[in-house]
């Protein structure tokens, strides 16, 4: 596992990822509003917040198939 953490992420799950922390953003600030907000709009910005923290979670995992093929050849 120590080995996945230095391998390059694919340019689309670097994207997700990006799209992830944006979502994770907005749920947060939705959550997080000085102001009072409907209940319904809390619950939506919890959705949103976890939704974005486990895209961008996931995404980071990634890791290319031809790179973990090229790497099972070398050893």
Request: glycine share 10%; proline share 5%.
């Amino acid at each position: 596992m120590g080995k996945r953490c230095k391998d390059e992420t694919p340019p689309f799950f670097k994207k997700l990822r990006t799209a992830g922390l944006v979502l994770a953003a907005i749920g947060t600030s939705v959550v997080a509003a000085p102001i009072a907000l409907p209940a319904i709009a809390v619950t939506i910005g919890g959705y949103v917040l976890l939704g974005g923290t486990v895209i961008t979670a996931v995404s980071q995992t990634a890791v290319g198939e031809m790179d973990c093929e090229e790497k099972e050849k070398v050893k």
